[in-house]
Every structure is written in C-alpha cells, then in structure tokens.
C-alpha cells in the first residue's frame, strides 16, 4: 500500500506540473487583479519557508515593510515568491537567503538574495526567451522560473536576475 501511495503521489504531482505547464504555455491563465496586502502575502509565504531553510541550515531573513497593498493578484504573486524561495533554498547549500519587500518611490520591489551557486548566464537567458517558447519535456528544468516570469509579465512587472558563482543570485521584481 505504501508504494502505491507513493506512485500515485508522484503521477498526481506529474499531471499537476503538466496541467500547469499547458495553462502558461497556452497563457490561458487570467490574473485575479485586486487590491492586496502582498505585505501580508509575503509574511505568509515566508512563514511556510521557514522550517525548509532551518532543516537545511540555512538562515532565513525577512525584510518585509508592512502594509504594502498594491493591485495584484494575490495568489499568482504568492506563486512567483514560492518558485523564487524555492529555487534560493534549492541552490544554496550554506550560507542565507534574505526576502526583503519594500517600497522605492512610486514602486515596490520584491528582492530575494541568496549565497547559493549561481546561475549560469545562459540559463538566466533562458528564462527570459523561453518564455514565449513551448515547454520542454515534462522534467526540464526551470519551468518554475519560466512560470515566475510568464506571471511577472502578465502584471507588467520587470523581473531582474543578478548572479554570480562567487556570491550568489538576486531576483529582483520590480512593481
């Protein structure tokens, strides 16, 4: 019984990322644009990480300026900071990740450092071009990140990715 738990488990996640990788491909997903709290978003995103970036001992800072409200959709704004905290814990095997949320001006950034490995250049590149692109195969690489992207665009907000092997990466979104 355990086995089978555990095979229909994974075919669930399979047709989950696969239902998911044809709604973004096919961009038929709508954004539920509302006034939101991503202030409080974050705070509740980042709580669900904590116990991930603890059992990986990592430290784990949040910066999040309260009250920040902004039209949004609140649940794909949440999925873009789990694809990007994701990918942080993922890639930073020591060191820290920083989520820091703040206003600048008549804009709101949404920052995510890490001390991880680095991205490639041609990966960041990747993510940018394939976007537009059909997805790959079903366990290609960087489909969160693609995702992330596809959603950022769709807000018309700007993603902004900085790496470097020696110090790691910063996502930037920039709203």
Do not use: C
Not at 24 to 50: M, P, Q, R, W
Not at 102 to 122: F, H, M, N, Y
């Amino acid at each position: 019984l355990e086995s089978m738990h555990a095979e229909i488990a994974r075919t669930s996640e399979l047709l989950n990322e696969l239902e998911d990788r044809l709604i973004y491909e096919n961009d038929s997903f709508e954004l539920n644009i509302a006034l939101t709290d991503i202030s409080e978003t974050a705070a509740k995103v980042a709580l669900g990480h904590e116990g991930g970036f603890a059992q990986k001992g990592l430290e784990f800072l949040t910066e999040i300026e309260p009250g920040i409200v902004i039209p949004a959709d609140s649940t794909r704004f949440a999925q873009v900071l789990i694809n990007i905290l994701s990918n942080a814990m993922k890639y930073t095997h020591e060191g820290r990740v920083v989520l820091s949320l703040k206003r600048d001006g008549d804009s709101t950034e949404l920052l995510v450092a890490d001390t991880g490995e680095g991205i490639a250049p041609e990966v960041i590149e990747n993510i940018s071009t394939r976007s537009a692109q059909a997805f790959k195969a079903v366990n290609s690489k960087g489909v969160g990140s693609v995702i992330a992207k596809l959603i950022i665009d769709k807000h018309g907000w700007k993603l902004s990715i900085d790496s470097d092997p020696a110090a790691g990466t910063r996502v930037s979104v920039l709203m």
